[in-house]
Structures are given as structure tokens and as C-alpha cells.
């Protein structure tokens, strides 16, 4: 009785799932950004990076205490 030999993956075939997903996820990102648009759910830009300075500068203050 043969044993049918299962597909071995090739470096093609990881490439492909990995461009696949990519594409996927990215339409997947793009589409809850879209959807939290139209239901008003932005942060303006300015408050965005007024909390990041704030998050940095607690990182800087937080490693230099080690």
C-alpha cells in the first residue's frame, strides 16, 4: 500500500501565507479605522501627541531610575 508523501512547505509557500496575511490584516486594520471614523470615534491629532510626549517623557524619568 503507498502512502500518499504530504505537501512539504516551501520558502514560497511561507512567503505567500505571510504576503496573504499581511494583505488581510491590513484591509482588517482599515476597515475598524473606517468604521470608527463614521461612528465618531477620533482623537484629534494634537491630543494624540500631547499624550505621547507625556508617555515618553515617564519612560525617560522611569529608565533613568533603574
Known sequence: MRVPIAHI???QDCVD???AYDA???RREVAL???EADDGKL???DQVVAEMRVH???RRK???GR
Open 33 to 35: 479605522g473606517l468604521a
Open 17 to 19: 501565507d505571510a504576503v
Open 62 to 64: 522611569a529608565r533613568k
Open 24 to 26: 488581510w490584516w491590513f
Open 9 to 11: 512547505p516551501t520558502d
Open 43 to 45: 482623537i484629534p491629532h
Open 56 to 58: 515618553i517623557e515617564e
